[in-house]
């Protein structure tokens, strides 16, 4: 089983940056599908970003050209660049992933079967 440890978050003020990291245990050339999470105070889990082997990435409407998803195979490492965040940014955000083959698979939560624990991002305003 692959372990996915984040790291990156902090306390950020509205307008600012914050890079998130998520190392996995094991090679992740074979992992297909990868995605970054978040979960609000009394709000569900939702899919903040996606990023798959060959590239294609999916973004939330709420972060879509503010945050850019990538991965470094060579390191075992996805990130998570956010940018302009915003207060209602904050959140536990969870690194997740999934040896998934079909197609559009990568967008879809029940799909994942590796999560981090998460790292809090806290955006003042």
């Known amino acids: 089983q692959v372990q996915l440890v984040e790291s990156g978050g902090g306390l950020v003020q509205a307008g600012g940056s914050l890079r998130l990291a998520c190392a996995a245990s094991?090679?992740?050339?074979?992992?297909?599908?990868m995605a970054w999470y978040r979960r609000a105070p009394g709000l569900r889990r939702e899919l903040v970003a996606a990023i798959t082997n060959d590239g294609s990435t999916k973004y939330a409407d709420s972060v879509m050209g503010r945050f850019t998803i990538s991965r470094d195979n060579a390191k075992n490492t996805m990130y998570l660049q956010m940018n302009r965040l915003k207060p209602e940014d904050t959140a536990v955000y969870y690194c997740?992933?999934?040896?998934?083959?079909?197609?559009?698979?990568?967008?879809?939560?029940?799909?994942?079967?590796?999560w981090g624990q998460g790292t809090q991002v806290t955006v003042s305003s």
């Open positions: 997740a992933s999934s040896y998934c083959s079909g197609y559009g698979c990568y967008v879809l939560e029940d799909e994942y079967d590796n």
């Open positions: 094991t090679s992740i050339f074979s992992i297909n599908a």
